[in-house]
């Protein structure tokens, strides 16, 4: 009937206006923007700075009402917002330290915001919690990077996962035999994997021509091998792997004269991205 309203209309009109004023009444709804609900878009750094979008960003801080709500606070987002690791803190788009990071900090980036709606960044060597500048009273975990000489180093961020733009080495020419299936030589990834990762990606590649058949063996655990790589004589053979995320790795060639170099790709972040 013309002009006349079914309830289930009445029932998606409520739920838009709802939408409309910001309240949003289903408890599943706010359980799950109260975790780690980031959908970060790109963050791409370069040696002293990140700028970061994100949707999606929330996690509760002080608890305190926020933007006219009660905690946990509804999702904001960031555009273009531009963090420096060079400006002192406690500050807004800065350290939430006086002192400069270590050569090798392992360096967490949040997102803050005001009771007034105002969002910024802060970067800190605390995963759990950053120090916050003043009247900022919420903040959400975006990710970590891990320093180099006390320069970020060269990646972009996409939901959870970080990818460093250019791989890292890790391991040039390896050439230390096993027993097969058996890798037992250490390989450090704590200078390019933040320990708040989920899990770690590699590049593995024969670095020079096998006289025959051969095969790198690599795990997570010394002896005991969880990625196979092989290659045939006088080919090249690469492959990406991924692995939990563990300091060392262990890598084991199977016979003299064959070369493996080991790269770090990057690391997938516990924030509850997408995509990536």
């Not at 963050?43 to 009402?65: E, H, K, L, Y």
Request: net charge negative; charged share 10%.
């Amino acid at each position: 009937m013309v002009g006349t309203i079914s309830p289930n209309e009445r029932d998606l009109e409520r739920i838009v206006n709802a939408i409309r004023n910001g309240l949003f009444a289903t408890a599943g709804l706010i359980e799950t923007f109260a975790q780690r609900v980031v959908y970060l878009s790109a963050a791409t750094a370069s040696s002293s700075t990140i700028t970061i979008d994100a949707d999606g960003v929330a996690r509760a801080g002080d608890n305190t009402a926020i933007i006219g709500t009660t905690a946990p606070p509804r999702p904001f987002s960031l555009r273009g917002v531009t963090c420096n690791i060079s400006t002192a803190g406690p500050a807004a788009n800065g350290r939430d330290q006086a002192g400069a990071f270590g050569a090798a900090a392992h360096v967490t980036f949040y997102a803050i915001i005001k009771k007034d709606g105002t969002v910024a960044t802060i970067a800190s060597v605390n995963s759990q919690a950053p120090t916050l500048p003043t009247d900022y009273t919420h903040y959400c975990y975006l990710f970590t990077a891990v320093l180099s000489g006390g320069n970020l180093q060269n990646i972009t961020v996409l939901g959870d996962l970080v990818r460093y733009n250019v791989v890292q080495l890790i391991l040039n020419a390896g050439t230390s035999t096993g027993t097969a299936g058996s890798p037992t030589t250490s390989i450090a990834v704590n200078t390019h994997i933040a320990y708040t990762a989920k899990s770690s990606l590699f590049l593995a590649r024969f670095g020079n021509f096998a006289a025959s058949t051969s095969s790198v063996n690599v795990g997570f655990v010394s002896g005991s091998s969880a990625f196979l790589l092989t290659a045939e004589a006088s080919e090249w053979g690469g492959s990406e792997f991924e692995f939990p995320t563990v300091d060392p790795i262990f890598y084991a060639v199977s016979q003299a004269g064959a070369a493996v170099d080991i790269w770090a790709a990057g690391y997938r972040e516990p924030n509850g991205g997408w995509p990536g």
